[in-house]
């Protein structure tokens, strides 16, 4: 081997070397990247991919379906009626930003009347209420309504610490007038430090066989830190039933709590 052609291959070699540093300097940040909760992999402390362990979303497969016990559709006034869906969210540590729903509305030959759809945040662990106001039906009575979630949910984990500091707790129930214009007094109190906004409120009566007889609802823009505020449910019509229970469900979505 001539001294020429040893040279040109050592050139060769260097030159070589020189992409190849190149190159391991353009992939090192893919090669060492840390585990992200958008990756599409299954890596770091995740139980799923890109869900569970650290990560914001829950895995899917962890949590269980959300569960609709009833349905009803209660009158206001004649041709006006309000829809509550009563449900049960069994996963104490997940919840849900938003998901889209549908009402629909059948009479007594089970014959389409309407529908109505929204969308709604799902509070993490226990019973909660969907509350639709003022469904127009005409001359038709809703016998039969039905409720179902028109889209798959997409589960957040929430920490026990959130869920114990925000607490709200509802006060001493009154009703009065009961068959004629009844009206309904409560309160609802904040213990904990931070301001808790947009709080439905949703109030169930029942019966003595606890049959859901009529149903309410109330909405208040924000509940202070340390604070109690009273709120009261009214009706346009008495009651046939004579209500011998009452439910008070306080709702708000806890993603959108700001905790500083």
């Given at each position: 081997m001539t001294w020429a052609l040893k040279r040109q291959i050592i050139y060769l070699?260097?030159?070589?070397?020189?992409?190849?540093?190149?190159?391991?300097?353009f992939a090192r940040p893919y090669i060492n990247q840390a585990p992200t909760c958008t990756d599409g992999k299954q890596n770091g402390s995740e139980t799923g991919i890109d869900c569970g362990g650290s990560c914001a979303r829950a895995c899917t497969i962890a949590v269980n379906p959300l569960n609709v016990l009833w349905a009803r559709a209660f009158r206001v006034v004649p041709g006006r009626y309000?829809?509550?869906?009563?449900?049960?969210?069994?996963?104490?540590?997940?919840?849900?930003?938003?998901?889209?729903?549908?009402?629909?509305?059948?009479?007594?030959?089970?014959?389409?009347?309407?529908?109505?759809?929204?969308?709604?945040?799902?509070?993490p662990g226990g019973n909660f209420a969907i509350f639709e106001p003022a469904i127009d039906v005409g001359n038709s009575v809703p016998v039969f309504t039905t409720f179902s979630?028109?889209?798959?949910?997409?589960?957040?984990?929430?920490?026990?610490?959130?869920?114990?500091?925000?607490?709200?707790?509802?006060?001493?129930?009154?009703?009065?007038?009961?068959?004629?214009?009844?009206?309904?007094?409560?309160s609802l109190q904040n213990n904990s430090l931070f301001t808790i906004p947009e709080i439905k409120t949703v109030i169930i009566l029942y019966d003595k066989n606890?049959?859901?007889?009529n149903a309410s609802s109330t909405y208040l823009d924000s509940l202070a830190g340390k604070s109690k505020v009273p709120i009261s449910f009214t009706w346009q019509e008495g009651f046939s039933d004579k209500v011998v229970a009452k439910e008070v469900v306080p709702m708000f979505n806890i993603f959108s709590v700001k905790f500083n």
């Amino acid at each position: 081997m001539t001294w020429a052609l040893k040279r040109q291959i050592i050139y060769l070699l260097i030159l070589l070397g020189i992409f190849a540093f190149i190159g391991y300097l353009f992939a090192r940040p893919y090669i060492n990247q840390a585990p992200t909760c958008t990756d599409g992999k299954q890596n770091g402390s995740e139980t799923g991919i890109d869900c569970g362990g650290s990560c914001a979303r829950a895995c899917t497969i962890a949590v269980n379906p959300l569960n609709v016990l009833w349905a009803r559709a209660f009158r206001v006034v004649p041709g006006r009626y309000n829809a509550v869906a009563y449900i049960q969210n069994q996963n104490k540590n997940s919840a849900i930003y938003k998901i889209h729903y549908k009402f629909h509305f059948a009479d007594k030959d089970n014959l389409y009347i309407g529908a109505r759809e929204g969308d709604t945040f799902v509070p993490p662990g226990g019973n909660f209420a969907i509350f639709e106001p003022a469904i127009d039906v005409g001359n038709s009575v809703p016998v039969f309504t039905t409720f179902s979630f028109t889209e798959t949910p997409v589960w957040y984990q929430v920490t026990d610490a959130n869920i114990k500091e925000l607490q709200i707790l509802v006060g001493d129930i009154t009703l009065t007038n009961e068959e004629t214009s009844p009206v309904v007094q409560t309160s609802l109190q904040n213990n904990s430090l931070f301001t808790i906004p947009e709080i439905k409120t949703v109030i169930i009566l029942y019966d003595k066989n606890h049959n859901a007889i009529n149903a309410s609802s109330t909405y208040l823009d924000s509940l202070a830190g340390k604070s109690k505020v009273p709120i009261s449910f009214t009706w346009q019509e008495g009651f046939s039933d004579k209500v011998v229970a009452k439910e008070v469900v306080p709702m708000f979505n806890i993603f959108s709590v700001k905790f500083n």
